[in-house]
T-cell receptor, first 115, second 114 residues
Framework: GNSVTQMEGPVTLSEEAFLTINCTYT??????LFWYVQYPGEGLQLLLK?????DKGSNKGFEATYRKETTSFHLEKGSVQVSDSAVYFC??????????????FGSGTRLSIRP | EAQVTQNPRYLITVTGKKLTVTCSQN?????MSWYRQDPGLGLRQIYY?????VTDKGDVPEGYKVSRKEKRNFPLILESPSPNQTSLYFC?????WGGGDTQYFGPGTRLTVL
């Protein structure tokens, strides 16, 4: 079945550092890929998404490119801010997936940014 | 304001006492689902619904029930809660089941079963 593996946390960086959070996936079909962010005490919200190979999703300075050849969707940001401290989830959805769950989340990566 | 609401936000209960967590969305979304979030396990889908009166099991449905009598509401029912159901629960909705549709999440319900 489909699966998502993302970089274990926690990740701690200094303000203005470069961020990469790795995400790889396994899918039999042609899934859509997402990054969701969860700020403390809140529900998840969409950060960015890509629905086909080579698409790049971007939002709030974050970017991720759908790479079919490496089955990856790594999240990057050139200069992080304290306000980026949150938990980040990589997710996959495949409407043709015959397994029970048609949307799958990674285990989450906690990011902390030091001033 | 477009939103998904859940109630209650926090709940402490005892083993075996039936409870319901409500979920409502005001976006006319067809697809709704329930997840539980546990440390190190990410989000796991409990049940989902593709439309009114259409529900199906996710990855971890044991011990839970749902119903979808109206498009906007999707309550989660624990008939006989047990301590292993202590978790953070999220309801989510999306416009349809289109694969690329964005999920909109509620604020979460933190449940403790003693």
């Amino acid at each position: 079945g489909n699966s998502v593996t993302q970089m274990e946390g926690p990740v701690t960086l200094s303000e203005e550092a470069f961020l990469t959070i790795n995400c790889t996936y396994t899918a039999t079909g042609y899934p859509s890929l997402f990054w969701y962010v969860q700020y403390p005490g809140e529900g998840l919200q969409l950060l960015l998404k890509a629905t086909k190979a080579d698409d790049k999703g971007s939002n709030k300075g974050f970017e991720a490119t759908y790479r079919k050849e490496t089955t990856s969707f790594h999240l990057e940001k050139g200069s992080v801010q304290v306000s980026d401290s949150a938990v980040y989830f990589c997710a996959l959805s495949d409407r043709w997936d015959s397994s029970a769950s048609k949307i799958i989340f990674g285990s989450g990566t906690r990011l902390s940014i030091r001033p | 304001e477009a939103q998904v609401t859940q109630n209650p936000r926090y709940l402490i209960t005892v083993t075996g006492k039936k409870l319901t967590v409500t979920c409502s969305q005001n976006m006319n979304h067809e697809y709704m689902s329930w997840y539980r979030q546990d440390p190190g396990l990410g989000l796991r889908q409990i049940y989902y619904s593709m439309n009114v009166e259409v529900t199906d099991k996710g990855d971890v449905p044991e011990g839970y029930k749902v119903s979808r009598k109206e498009k906007r509401n999707f309550p989660l029912i624990l008939e006989s809660p047990s301590p292993n159901q202590t978790s953070l629960y999220f309801c989510a909705s999306s416009l349809s089941w289109g694969g690329g549709d964005t999920q909109y999440f509620g604020p979460g319900t933190r449940l403790t079963v003693l």
